[in-house]
């Protein structure tokens, strides 16, 4: 089973999880995007029927992606919490205990547009906050998919999707990676978050995700 896909981008190798992150054996670093801690929670306080649990299973991917892999840190590509309602305290008890749980682990959030409005973490989660652009060379490591003048861009933020479509009129939609040269996509990692449908440009390179498989859809 291809649970990650390597590949070599901007002259380094990059492993693509089905878990919908990336591993930077280099950097022993995993980078995701847009994670939207609370989002349900949210929802649910405006009497919509949300899903329960998907803070917890979000939490648990990230264990297993922790415990896969020989990670010194995680880098959030913005939108860590959802909104402000993400610090209601069962929600932070829940970080707090997963936290615990990796305390050697550095924690680095790139501010998203979301995290401005929730505000930043809560101290003892222990989570360094910066804002964009954080340059871990040769990248841009960013929330919004804007080029950088100097550095190729890793980002989050569109929630990229791409749409297969078989002969009898078939759709199914997949999480994807978009690497170009200039500004590359990773998708949301949370598990409530939903996507927007991608129309990649010429010469860039998609990755579906998709029954704990990455694979290469056009070049």
């Known amino acids: 089973m291809n ?8 002259g380094e190798r990059l492993w693509l999880l089905a878990d919908k992150a990336i ?3 280099a950097r022993r ?11 349900a929670a949210s929802y649910r306080a405006l009497h919509q029927p949300v899903p329960r649990g998907t803070t917890r299973a979000t939490l648990d991917r990230l264990d297993r ?19 402000r309602a993400a610090h209601a305290p069962a929600t932070l008890a829940r970080l707090m205990a997963w936290r615990m749980r990796w305390p050697q682990v550095k924690l680095v959030l790139v501010r998203g547009n979301h995290d401005r409005h929730a505000g930043d973490p809560p101290a003892q989660l222990g989570i360094e ?8 060379a040769p990248f841009a490591l960013q929330h919004e998919p804007k080029a950088h003048p100097q550095y190729p ?7 990229p ?7 009898a009129r078939q ?3 997949l999480p994807c990676f978009l690497i170009d040269e200039q500004v590359s996509l990773l998708p949301a990692f949370g598990e409530f978050t939903g996507g927007w449908v991608v129309a990649p440009a010429a010469g860039t390179r998609v990755y579906a995700v998709g029954g704990e498989q990455v694979w290469a859809l056009a070049e």
Do not use: N
């Not at 861009?153 to 929630?159: D, E, K, R, W």
């Not at 999707?161 to 002969?167: A, N």
């Open 23 to 25: 591993y930077w054996p």
């Open 161 to 167: 999707v791409f749409v297969l479509r078989g002969r």
């Open 153 to 159: 861009v890793l980002a989050g933020h569109v929630h």
């Open 65 to 83: 992606l922790l415990a896969a892999h020989d990670c010194q840190q995680v880098i959030i590509l913005g939108d860590f919490l959802h909104a």
């Open 3 to 10: 649970s990650h896909l390597p590949i070599d981008h901007c």
């Open 171 to 173: 759709r199914l939609r």
């Open 129 to 136: 906050v910066r804002d964009e652009p954080l340059l871990l």
């Open 29 to 39: 670093t995993l980078l995701l995007a847009d994670v939207h801690i609370g989002k």
